[in-house]
């Protein structure tokens, strides 16, 4: 098989938001795909229509962009593909490969409760199986099922894997509102874009053998397989939202960087040696369906936020100022312009785990009146220290350069006369400044400010001591 044959495919239902499971499962065939030079399909699968939605096509397309999971064609949407579903359940009943089922509901259920009541598997016992019958209100399509036989394939992640054929139904490939099944459309679209291979979660080994029955029922040739471990929590546990299984706009909106979802996406249930950090030019050089392993994955919140802190100190002010200024209007704050932008991100990107923790600390700088962390106003902005803060306030207004440097310069020269070192002045004063115990270096917080400000911020305070009782 040429790379140029190589096509692989992302099949999302939207009856939800795309989740941590679903992206993985993206990301390895758009991996795959992209490093052997092959192509990337997007298909939505939504003929589900009570529950599919048009908001959550968007999110799921919105997140594959996001993800920068970028698709080679489609969308495809399988509510607009019934006359491909029509033509394979046609041909499978001219070659006497399915037939017609006239058993009603009620019939079905009954004897799935005696086959149940005997211990044995409730399946369909094939009583319209050689009638011939054609077709007719309420009636379904079945395929017809080897009964005897295995059906096997060789997966590309579990190794050879088999089903005794005799332990599979009948299976119903339209049903009685003339609608396909969830296995027909899957086969008869991957057929007809030319799906090379199918690689999806483990939670689908025992749908394989089903439509390999299928595709054999067509006369066509089968994909090859993958099918990817589950992913776990930290306590072993499946995933689930007390773990962070939410969806992938969430962790958006959370102030994660794409490529650190991305990378730690990758990392669960694949390695490259020890390797943790990649580029996505990395990622796509170094996949290997041979490197998935076959136990599961774990998910870890705590590392996923560390791997985007490191992104967010790795990556360039410029990017970063692009991706705060949403965060900063979320929380109602005025954009600064792009010079003061990247002042705020060089100085508080070393310090900062997401976009969100990002924007609060830079809270304060747009506020025109900050509160005082009560904390810190009791044990910081006491009278004592008054006195000390007045004349700091003093030297600061004949400071001609408010810069680091020559605050750096006004600061010893104060510290030398009083005789004190910096950590006396640096709490009191980060609190009058900031309003909180925690903030960037204080010569840092200073310069953003600018001079105007940080001294009306100051004497504010000084007041606020005055007034103490």
Known sequence: MSQEDIV???????????????ARTALFNWLFSRQKGGKFVLRIEDTDRERSSEEATRA????MEWLGLDWDEGPYFQSQRNHI?????????STAQAYHCHCPPEILEQKRREASSK?????????????GLGSAPGSVVRLKTPLSGVTQFDDLVKGPISFDNEELDDLVLRRSDGSPTYHLAVVADDISLGITFVIRGDDHVNNTPRQILIYKALGEPLPRYAHLP???????QRLSKRHGAMSVLEYRDMGFLPHALLNSLARLGWSHGDQEKFTREALIESFSLKNV??????????????????????????FLAKELSPFLERLGLENPGEEMLLKIVAILK???????????????????EIAYEKKGDDKFLKPALLELLED?????????EFDQIGLEKTFTTFMEKKEIKLRKIAQPLRVALTGKTASPGIFEVMELLGKERGLERLRRAITHIREKP
């Open 230 to 236: 589950m992913i776990l929590g930290p306590d072993k």
């Open 60 to 63: 799921i397309l919105e997140s």
């Open 392 to 400: 700091l306030l003093g030297e600061l207004e004949r400071t001609p």
């Open 85 to 93: 579903y029509d033509a394979a359940i046609e041909k499978l009943l």
């Open 350 to 368: 070393v310090r900062s785990k997401t976009l969100v923790e990002m924007a609060e600390g830079a809270r304060f700088l747009f506020q025109k």
């Open 119 to 131: 211990g044995l598997k409730p399946k369909y016992d094939g009583q319209c199986r050689e009638l």
């Open 293 to 318: 392993g076959k136990a599961a994955g774990v998910f870890n919140l705590e590392k996923l936020l560390d791997l985007n802190g490191w992104y967010i100190r790795e990556s360039t002010d410029s």
């Open 8 to 22: 692989t495919r992302f099949p999302p239902s939207p009856t939800g938001y795309l989740h941590i499971g679903g």
